[in-house]
């Protein structure tokens, strides 16, 4: 008889878990919250109109239709670990599973005043309202907008930062476009003393020199305290007006984790060891943004790195489930890399233990990250092949 396979969560970790344990036969059944695995890293040109939220959405029941796993969408509510048992938001309680794979992703710090803020990391209808309220400034013909994101003093691989600078710097080619860039005031903003650091001392200069040439306004190395409908306020007693703020919050841990029993770190992610399995919890496994990362101070929690996680995680139960000693781990795969878009170009940014790199590419950046996005899609979909590593 088959194992049976529980995946929590429809986000890269989750489907990629799914796709890869249906690959080793195991019985797989994905629960998610929504019906659509959303594809974040281009979700980057929604604000601008470049694409739309359908556009990066892919159905998650033709997911399911092609690679043979089973799916309910019905948000989890609970999780007892040791038990191997989910409770589901209808009532619905999963508790024959032989293996329990936690990919439920992360929550965000709560800042006050974040009502008044849109993320481009956050629900994807968030997205969609930072285009219609963008074009409303274009309508209106100037204005003040300010883009950043914070920090996890507990947990530093938590920080999503490369899509602030993406988006900032994609709004600044649209509003020149749009030949009303001279009209508006753009200004990033960030608690630490050097967003970016993770990239590497290289990619610190070279993003300056953006901020330069762009003519868009730093404001980093103050403590937010709270956001107001009209700008941000920081610890040293400034303000930054603001008509339009987008603010990435670090994560923390997801909110169903603090009563699964399972061990969290001090900023609420699951511990696990490099195979992703966690310590007297046979069976159960925490991979992407719910999982603690290993590795170096540099570290960050990127959809690559939930995907190797996910594979690995397929080929560790199928072998549990054979009596089989081989695992796979993670941490040869650490690296940051990214292409981080500007909407007219791009910068490949890529970070080992051996240091980091930031290497301009104009305008041919833009059309590989768009290609990026459209492998992402059909390949998943099984469309096209897969392309080892990728």
């Known amino acids: 008889m088959m194992a049976k396979v529980l995946v929590l969560g429809g986000g890269f970790a989750g489907v990629e878990a799914a796709i890869y344990l249906k690959k080793q036969d195991l019985d797989v059944t994905l629960v998610s919250d929504r019906d659509y695995f959303y594809i974040y890293p281009t979700s980057i040109w929604i604000p601008t109109g470049e694409v739309t939220r359908e556009d990066v959405s892919v159905p998650l029941d033709k997911l399911a239709m092609k690679h043979g796993f089973q799916l309910i969408i019905d948000p989890v509510t609970k999780l007892e670990a040791s038990a191997k048992k989910v409770t589901l938001q209808s009532g619905r309680v999963l508790d024959e599973y032989a293996y329990i794979v936690v990919a439920l992703g992360q929550d965000k710090i709560q800042h006050k005043g974040m009502e008044h ?57 649209y509003l020149k476009k749009k030949g009303v860039r001279e009209n508006f005031e753009l200004t990033f903003f960030a608690p630490m003393e050097k967003p970016g650091q993770k990239m590497g001392e290289k990619a610190l200069v070279l993003m300056d020199k953006m901020f330069k040439m762009t003519n868009i306004h730093k404001r980093v190395g103050s403590k937010i305290t709270h956001f107001e409908e009209d700008g941000i306020c920081f610890e040293d007693g400034t303000k930054i007006e603001s008509d339009l703020t987008m603010f990435i919050s670090a994560g923390t841990g997801h909110r169903i984790m603090a009563d699964s029993g399972l061990p969290l770190s001090e900023a609420g992610f699951v511990v696990t060891n490099e195979y992703n399995e966690i310590a007297g919890f046979d069976g159960v496994y925490a991979i992407g943004d719910s999982a603690a990362l290993m590795g170096p101070e540099w570290r960050a929690k990127q959809g690559h790195v939930a995907e190797v996680m996910a594979k690995n995680v397929a080929y560790n139960i199928s072998n549990h489930a054979q009596n089989i000693d081989a695992k796979q781990s993670y941490m040869a795969h650490l690296n940051i890399l990214c292409v981080m878009d500007t909407g007219n170009g791009a910068a490949f940014v890529y970070r080992s233990d051996k240091g980091g790199k930031m290497i301009p590419m104009p305008i041919i950046g833009h059309w590989m990250k768009k290609m990026w996005g459209w492998y992402c899609r059909y390949s998943k979909l099984g469309k096209i092949p897969r392309i080892p590593g990728m």
């Open 117 to 173: 803020t849109l993320s481009i990391c956050g629900k994807p209808e968030e997205a969609t309202a930072l285009y219609e309220r963008l074009d409303a400034l274009i309508q209106k013909g100037e204005g003040k907008i300010a883009m950043g994101f914070g920090g996890n003093p507990k947990d530093t691989s938590a920080v999503r930062g490369g899509p602030a600078f993406e988006v900032l710097f994609n709004v600044n080619t």
